[in-house]
């Protein structure tokens, strides 16, 4: 380290360039971006992705690429002892699903990045003995990492995390840091004509748009003239299987499904929705929701982890009172009803989003970084 500028060394499992990714990756590059502004320089170890090249620095830090989604923990390894070693002041192990265990080979000092626990997400998304394997094997790597530094968004992951081993103090909580701008004022000219809730995320079966369909349903009946967006990409069962319960809707005219978005179509859908609705059954935070609130769209989120910290635990949102289609409806029919003060819902949204700065992200990240390196 020289000048106190840090070389960051940054192991994860996907980055911008790859097609599954999401809002971890937005927030990951964004955080980059802003450290190298700063004068420190950040380094990405990602598995290779097609059409992007081995080492790329074209977007102010470096990206080196080696591996596969499988075989990028070996080659990270590979990496480290030939390249890393010499070069790093600080590792960043990001576990998303499957930690690096940098703390067993690197001779640097390493933190963890913990965007969410998979806990339950293992059994929603794979085969029952191999979610049963994934779920299994966290708990037991939890138990070998509890004692790093550990970084991670939500107030809810941290409570989580310490249910593990994990000691507080030693769990430093970034708040997701938003990327786009927050308007400053609720417009409602700016709102579609017609009532409108809107999904915005990847087909995944743990983000459970399924529910959102049916909560959609169970809603219409109550507003005639409700209509559903849904924007996100998919393939494969479950994928098919929500395209066909789309298909045979009563309500099907009234569902819009845009599959990918542009970056143009995305804003426009955050900002003219009424309400986004999320029905995950866990976020590590849940950045499409602070996105919406910062287009004056409030949301309506299942009480789940991380969702609820999007919402400030409901002052900048809804949170159900139970998490099933139901109980999703039942918050949708009282958004629109005429107890609630809307206005003031998407200002107190406006506000909250207003709050999630990356400089302050940045800043408790580097505090705590300083705190390990010269310890």
């Not at 708040?175 to 786009?180: A, G, H, S, W």
């Not at 219409?220 to 298909?247: C, D, H, T, V």
Request: aromatic residues 10%; hydrophobic residues 40%.
């Amino acid at each position: 380290m020289a000048d106190g500028k840090l070389n960051i060394l940054w192991f994860t499992w996907k980055d911008g360039m790859n097609p599954s990714s999401g809002g971890a990756e937005i927030v990951n590059e964004a955080l980059a971006r802003r450290l190298t502004e700063a004068g420190h320089c950040v380094r990405f170890v990602v598995p290779r992705v097609k059409g992007a090249s081995d080492n790329d620095e074209g977007r102010g830090f470096e990206m080196v690429r080696v591996g596969n989604r499988l075989s990028v923990y070996a080659a990270a390894r590979r990496y480290y002892k030939r390249h890393g070693d010499r070069w790093a002041d600080v590792v960043v192990d990001e576990c998303n699903t499957i930690p690096f265990l940098c703390k067993y080979y690197a001779r640097k000092k390493t933190v963890l990045l913990l965007h969410q626990l998979g806990r339950e997400i293992w059994l929603y998304e794979k085969p029952f003995s191999l979610g049963l394997l994934g779920y299994t094997l966290e708990y037991l790597y939890l138990r070998l990492l509890r004692d790093q530094t550990t970084f991670t968004f939500a107030e809810s992951t941290k409570k989580d995390l310490q249910r593990y081993g994990f000691h507080g103090d030693r769990v430093v909580v970034l708040k997701e840091p938003l990327t786009m701008p927050v308007i400053e004022t609720a417009e409602p000219a700016e709102k579609f004509e017609y009532p409108s809730i809107l999904y915005l995320s990847a087909i995944r079966k743990m983000k459970r748009p399924h529910h959102v369909v049916e909560a959609f349903e169970i809603a219409k009946q109550r507003i005639p003239e409700l209509r559903l967006n849904i924007a996100g990409g998919g393939r494969g069962r479950y994928f098919n299987r929500l395209m066909r319960r789309i298909s045979n809707s009563p309500y099907r005219d009234d569902i819009h499904y845009w599959g990918w978005v542009t970056p143009e179509q995305k804003m426009m859908l955050l900002q003219r929705s009424h309400f986004i609705c999320c029905a995950s059954v866990r976020e590590g935070w849940g950045l499409v929701v602070t996105e919406a609130a910062a287009r004056g769209t409030p949301a309506i989120v299942y009480n789940v982890l991380g969702l609820i910290d999007a919402v400030d635990n409901g002052a900048a949102g809804t949170v159900t009172t139970r998490n099933d289609p139901q109980g999703l409806a039942d918050k949708i029919i009282e958004g629109f009803g005429p107890n609630t003060d809307y206005q003031a819902l998407r200002q107190r949204a406006i506000a909250f989003a207003g709050t999630c700065s990356i400089d302050a992200a940045v800043a408790s990240f580097l505090e705590s970084i300083d705190q390990l390196t010269t310890v």
